[in-house]
């Protein structure tokens, strides 16, 4: 089936630095891609829609400034999560949609990235 | 746009004993509807979705879900609950998936 890989899994930075975050479709091709955020017992809230080789769409109350996506390929989105803070310490979780079944109707998530800020 | 519901926050049930999680949708046309299953510090995996067709669908590890229209829900069904199956449930609806606030499930041996 599809899988969709994240990396790193988990994170520790320092308040103020810039963490990376990578999602990968590996064994198709995803045109686009989903980013989510889950705090602890809580559900998951979508931040961004990424489509390949075009700005990501933010959902509303999220800053485009801090939260910066790219898709560059049919198999690769990152998230940067910039200039850090505690209160961005959260479970991160990409989800992809794949080209060759018309992927409207369902998406593939990969496994999160706790980060956590320091 | 869809939402979704999910009144129970927690579910308990015996390991063998029928296992329903219940989730109610609001719609603006025809509801796209999905259950997930997350298990702990873990991504979600997909267990069944409605778009079309008959109402009671059939998903992975012999979890059926019932599409009622007439009751705006979509309740997520197991004949017989496996200890294994406690994890947290999210009933998501529409091509963005939104999705509610979860429920988790245990089932004791």
């Known amino acids: 089936g599809a899988v969709v890989s994240q990396h790193p899994s988990w994170v520790i930075c320092k308040s103020g630095t810039s963490v990376k975050i990578e999602c990968r479709s590996l064994?198709?091709?995803?045109?686009?891609m989903f980013w989510y955020r889950q705090f602890p017992k809580q559900s998951l809230m979508l931040m961004a829609t990424s489509n390949e080789g075009s700005k990501a769409t933010y959902e509303q109350g999220v800053e485009k400034d801090k939260f910066l996506i790219n898709h560059a390929s049919l198999t690769l989105s990152t998230l940067t999560v910039t200039s850090a803070h505690p209160e961005d310490s959260s479970f991160y979780i990409c989800?992809?949609?794949?080209?060759?079944?018309?992927?409207?109707?369902?998406?593939?998530f990969g496994p999160g990235t706790r980060l956590t800020v320091t | 746009a869809q939402s979704v519901a999910q009144p129970e926050d927690q579910v308990n049930v015996a390991e063998g004993n029928p296992l329903t999680v219940k989730c109610t949708y609001s719609?603006?046309?025809?509801?796209?509807l999905f259950w997930y299953v997350q298990y702990p510090n873990r991504g979600l995996q997909f267990l069944l979705k409605?778009?079309?067709?008959?109402?009671l669908v059939k998903g992975s590890y012999g979890f059926e879900a019932e599409f009622n229209k007439s009751q705006t829900s979509f309740h997520l069904k197991k004949p017989s609950a496996l200890v294994s199956d406690s994890a947290l449930y999210f009933c998501?609806?529409?091509?963005?998936?939104?999705f509610g606030a979860g429920t988790t499930v245990t089932v004791r041996a």
């Open positions: 719609v603006s046309g025809n509801p796209y």
């Open positions: 989800s992809a949609r794949d080209r060759a079944a018309g992927g409207f109707y369902e998406q593939y």
């Open positions: 998501a609806a529409d091509y963005k998936l939104s």
């Open positions: 409605y778009i079309t067709g008959d109402n």
């Open positions: 064994d198709f091709q995803a045109t686009t």
